[in-house]
C-alpha cells in the first residue's frame, strides 16, 4: 500500500515531441504529489508537485495531470528539449503520519536532437 | 551559496573499512535525511532526524548510524563496509516532516556522495 509504481522505466522522445510519465498509488492516504527531476552527477530537485483538489498543474512545459478516482498521475512535458533529458521520480506522502515521501521507481528520459 | 553540501564527494575503499560521510545544509531546516540511490537509480529512505531526533529507520543494517549533532548537520558512519554498500549516497533537508500540510515537505537534496567498496 505504500508503493508508488512508475512507468516507463526508460523513455526516448524526439526534440519537440511530448513526454508521458506515469505513476499509480493505492494509499488513499497520500494526498501531495511531488514529482523530482534529476540529471547525471546531480541530486534530485522538486520540479513541481500536486495536491488532489485538482485535476491538473501546469508550470510552463511541464504539467501533471490527477486523476483521484483511478488513483493516477502523470507528467507532461510538452516540446520536449534535449536539456530534459534527466531520470524523473514521482513521488507521494499524506499528512497523516507518513513523515516521508514514497518515492517511484524512476524514469529515465533521453530527448533525441 | 550552497544549500545543502555533503563530504566527501566521492569515496573508494577497502571492505571491512570504517568511513563516514557529512552533510550540512544551510537553509535552516528542521528535518534532514539520508537516502541511497543503486546503480538502477532508485531512491531509497535509509533515516529522517526531525530537530535532532530520529523519526524514521527504515530497515537499515546496524552497520549504519546516522548522527545529528545539531539541526543543520546528519552525519551517516558506516561500519566494516560490504560490497553491498556502493552506492550514491543523499542527503536532503526540508522545512517540515514530509506530509506536513502547509507545503513544508518539499526535500533538497545535496550533491551526492559516491562510494564505491572494493
Known amino acids: 500500500q505504500q508503493q508508488v509504481k512508475q512507468s516507463p522505466q526508460s523513455l526516448i522522445v524526439q526534440k519537440g515531441g511530448i513526454s508521458i510519465i506515469n505513476c499509480a498509488y493505492e494509499n488513499t492516504a497520500f494526498d501531495y504529489f511531488p514529482w523530482y527531476q534529476q540529471f547525471p552527477g546531480k541530486g534530485p530537485a522538486l520540479l513541481i508537485a500536486?495536491?488532489?483538489?485538482?485535476s491538473e498543474k501546469k508550470e510552463g512545459r511541464f504539467t501533471i495531470s490527477f486523476n483521484k478516482s483511478a488513483k493516477q498521475f502523470s507528467l507532461h512535458i510538452m516540446d520536449s528539449q534535449p536539456g530534459d533529458s534527466a531520470t524523473y521520480f514521482c513521488a507521494a506522502t499524506g499528512n497523516t503520519g507518513f513523515q516521508k515521501l514514497v518515492f517511484g521507481t524512476g524514469t529515465r528520459l533521453l530527448v533525441s536532437p | 551559496d550552497t544549500a545543502v553540501s555533503q563530504t566527501p564527494k566521492y569515496l573508494v575503499t577497502q571492505m571491512g573499512n570504517d568511513k563516514s560521510i557529512k552533510c550540512e545544509q544551510n537553509?535552516?531546516?528542521?528535518?534532514m535525511y539520508w537516502y541511497k540511490q543503486d546503480s538502477k537509480k532508485f531512491l531509497k529512505i535509509m533515516f529522517s532526524?526531525?530537530?535532532?531526533?530520529?523519526?524514521i529507520n527504515e530497515t537499515v543494517p546496524n552497520r549504519f548510524s546516522p548522527k545529528s549533532p545539531d539541526k543543520a548537520h546528519l552525519n551517516l558512519h558506516i561500519n566494516s563496509l560490504e560490497l553491498g554498500d556502493s552506492a550514491v549516497y543523499f542527503c536532503?533537508?526540508?522545512?517540515?516532516?514530509?506530509?506536513?500540510?502547509?507545503?513544508?515537505?518539499?526535500?533538497?537534496f545535496g550533491p551526492g556522495t559516491r562510494l564505491l567498496v572494493l
Open positions: 537553509l535552516g531546516h528542521d528535518t
Open positions: 532526524y526531525n530537530n535532532k531526533e530520529l523519526i
Open positions: 536532503a533537508s526540508s522545512q517540515g516532516l514530509a506530509g506536513s500540510s502547509w507545503g513544508g515537505e518539499t526535500q533538497y
Open positions: 500536486i495536491r488532489p483538489d485538482v
